[in-house]
């Protein structure tokens, strides 16, 4: 039995990240279905959730190498950028107490100035405009 599971698998592509990702959302998706009343609704996640794994198992199974390799290239990329946006939204947070975070008028590039100062003019450090705060 294991020696054909084996020749099964062979030259298939397996197990990767965006794999991974779609049987954790499948599961995350059964469990909000559990609590919806509309039975509508309900089964629409329902096929949502077992298309999810049929989409994961297709991967799995998948004989065309590059194809799901460049899928999970762009999942991992997109993971990144998530990761990315968090990190950065979860620094602003802790910066708010002590700092304020601007935004350049005419580039919209960021700008943390130290809070309590009164009212300063700031000079954006990527264009040089020149705008007028309250810290
Ligand atoms: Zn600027």
Redesign the pocket.
Known sequence: MRERIARFMQGRYGIDQFTNFLVFSALIILVIEMFIKVPGIRFLFNVLSVATIFYAYFRMLSRNHNKRFSENEKYMKYRNNVKFFIARERSHMQQRKTHHIYK?P??R?SIRVPKGKGRIAIT?P??H?EFIKRS
């Open positions: 350049c005419q580039c590039q954006c990527k264009c405009k």
